[in-house]
């Protein structure tokens, strides 16, 4: 997130009080139908693409204020999203794990689609959907009707 285009931009869109909701969410390796699903993730896919190096997102009532937003709360929720195995795989192949093995010329697009159809296919034996947990953080910022922060 580059935080020093968005928020000036969030402001000036914003009318005065006006309220911004910002969202993650993100992929838990949780399969309802298989807990053995959370064991392959960490110890096959995390191992064969390693999360990169990546900025943590999170807002302060401190960080909020100099950007020109009162920090108004946060929680945490989790949802659930059905996929086939050709969508999850679908999915996988665009998390930035999977992104730069390809983009770094150590794995080729369609080697990685056959490696993880072949290693998932068993966790979908049976059944055509699987549910998958996601989850995050949701923050609730209202834009300082002051013009100071802009």
């Known amino acids: 997130m580059n935080r020093s285009a968005f928020f ?8 005065p009080q006006g309220w911004l909701v910002v969202y993650d969410n993100y992929f838990c390796a949780r399969m309802e139908e298989s807990r053995a699903f959370q064991a392959w993730g960490r110890d096959h896919y995390l191992t064969k693409y390693p999360s990169p190096p990546r900025a943590s ?7 909020m204020e100099q950007v020109g937003f009162h920090f108004i709360g946060q929680e945490d929720y989790q949802n659930f999203v059905q996929f086939s195995l050709e969508t999850l795989v679908d999915y996988l192949v ?5 992104v730069v093995a390809v983009e770094g ?7 990685v689609r056959r ?13 055509a959907e699987a549910t998958f947990m996601f989850r995050g953080p949701i923050w609730y910022l209202r834009k300082i009707a002051s013009t100071r922060a802009g």
Not at 8 to 15: G, I, K, N
Not at 57 to 63: P, Y
């Open 94 to 98: 665009t998390q930035s794990n999977v």
């Open 115 to 127: 490696w993880l159809t072949e290693n998932l296919a068993p966790f979908f034996a049976g059944r």
């Open 105 to 111: 010329g150590k794995e080729k697009i369609e080697d």
């Open 8 to 15: 000036p931009e969030a402001r000036r869109v914003l009318r």
């Open 57 to 63: 997102v999170g807002f302060s009532a401190e960080d």
